[in-house]
């Protein structure tokens, strides 16, 4: 049994910065990669962040390169989205994801949601202007 936990969220200004992090508990030997997707209110869910776990490999969003920083924790199962000048386009539902199978989340591309199978609760994140 996996389970994710997100924390960290808020309500911020623009031009703020922000951190978030995804606790994982259960097997997550069995993790591929972990990612950060988010959802505006009346919106697709959508992928923000992802991070290979054996090569280190980070991939963004094009609207969040350059000012959101995906990491790992080496000493605990978890996982951090460092959010840097932040704009009210940033508002949504931050959701934390772990992709179990390598196969799957190769073959889905690290941006869809069907490469994941495990979900976190999710987190709100709001900016004001």
């Known amino acids: 049994q996996v389970q994710l936990v997100e924390s960290g969220g808020g309500s911020m200004q623009t031009g703020d910065s922000l951190r978030l992090s995804c606790a994982a508990s259960?097997?997550?030997?069995?993790?591929?990669?972990m990612a950060w997707f988010r959802q505006a209110p009346g919106e697709e869910r959508e992928f923000v962040a992802a991070?290979?776990?054996?090569?280190?490999?980070?991939y963004y969003d094009d609207s969040v390169k350059g000012r959101f920083t995906i990491s790992r924790d080496n000493t605990k199962d978890k996982i951090n989205l460092q959010m840097n000048s932040l704009k009210p386009d940033d508002t949504a539902v931050y959701y934390c994801?772990?992709?179990?199978?390598?196969?799957?989340?190769?073959?889905?591309?690290?941006?869809?949601?069907?490469?994941?199978?495990?979900w976190g609760q999710g987190t709100q994140v709001t900016v004001s202007s």
């Open positions: 259960g097997q997550t030997f069995t993790f591929y990669a």
């Open positions: 994801a772990a992709a179990g199978a390598a196969g799957k989340w190769y073959s889905s591309g690290y941006a869809s949601q069907a490469g994941y199978e495990h």
């Open positions: 991070l290979s776990w054996g090569g280190g490999t980070a």
